[in-house]
C-alpha cells in the first residue's frame, strides 16, 4: 500500500492549484472582455460600412444587406460561443473552487482529528510507561520475597532434617528400653522425695541437737560434708 502524503503537502498542493485556476479565470475573462468589444467594433463598422453603400450605389445594397447579414452571423455565432465557452470556464471554476473549499475543509478536519490522535497517543504512551515502572517495581518486589522465601524454605528445610534426625535418633535409643523401665523410674521418683523428706527431717533434728549442744549447725555441716567426701575418696583410691 502506497504512503499516503502528508496534510501539509496537501494544502500546499490545493492552495496552488486554486491560485493557477484564479489565474487562468482572470486572463479568460480579459479574453472575454476584449473578443466582446472587438465584435461591438465589427458590428459599428458593418454598419457604417452599409450605410454608406446605400448612399452610393443603389443596386449594390441587395448585397450588402446579404453580406452584412452573413457577416453578423458569423459575429454572432463567434459571441455565442465564446459567451458558452465562458460560461462552460466559469462553471468548471466553480465546481473546483467548491472542490478546494471542500478538500480544505477535510484537510483541517483531517488536522484537527491527527491532533487528538496525537494527544491519545502521548496520553497512552505516558500510561504505558507508568505501567512499566509499576510492573518492573512489582517484579523487583516479587524477586526479592521469592528470594527471602527460599531463604526461609531452605532453614526451615535444615530445621526439619535436624528434628527428623534428632527423632530418629531418640526413636533408636526408645528401642533398647523395656517396658520396666518407666516403672523403674516411679520407684527412683518415689524413693527420691522419700528421701528428701527424711533429708528434711534429718536437717530438722541436727539444728536442735546443735542448738541444745550449743554447736554452730553450718560449722557441724561442714564438717560433716567434709568427712564424708574424705570417706568417699578413700574408697574410691
Known sequence: MAELPSLHSCLYTMQAENERITAKYKRLKARYNELVSQTSSHRDNATSATKVAAGSVEHKATQTAVARDLHDQNQDKQSTKLLQTHALLVRKYEKELATNT???ETISNLKISNSKLESELRSTREKHHKTSVALEKYKQQTEKKLQNDKEEIFKLTAERDSIRYEHERLKSE???????????IEDLKYALQESAKLNKIYEKTLQSVCRKSKVDYQDALLKVVSKCRKSEHGKSS
Open 102 to 104: 471542500e478538500n480544505s
Open 174 to 184: 526408645m528401642r533398647g528400653i523395656d517396658k520396666n523401665f518407666f516403672d523403674e
